[in-house]
């Protein structure tokens, strides 16, 4: 892939991260992700194991032509991990350890 179009992927994605998404886990458990354009991000899980986290993301690169890889760092330390964006989904992983999660666009 060109330089220029592994830019405009990476600038199209990220720009796609802006914004809130849900997620359904199943047995009335949710997640809410918050995306900001600053850099920081909340995510909150209701139902079973309810828990709230938070800190700042870094896009560190293109995954494929429909992902990104992020690097969290919040409350529980760093994390690096891969989303993938399919039409108006995003695949994320979920707070719930090794669980990927597929998240909608509330906002």
Not at 25 to 43: D, F, H, I, K
Not at 72 to 83: C, Q, Y
Request: hydrophobic share 35%; glycine share 12%.
């Amino acid at each position: 892939m060109a330089p220029a179009e592994a830019k405009r992927l990476v600038a199209k994605h990220t720009a796609a991260l802006v914004r809130t998404w849900a997620a359904d886990l199943g047995s009335g458990t949710r997640e809410q992700l918050t995306c900001t354009a600053y850099g920081s991000y909340t995510v909150t899980r209701t139902g079973s194991g309810a828990v709230t986290a938070g800190g700042q993301y870094e896009v560190k690169g293109l995954v494929g032509t429909k992902g990104l890889k992020l690097l969290l760092t919040g409350t529980s330390g760093e994390r690096n991990f891969i989303v993938i964006f399919e039409d108006d989904e995003l695949h994320h992983p979920s707070l719930e350890q090794g669980v990927t999660a597929v998240f909608r666009k509330v906002q």
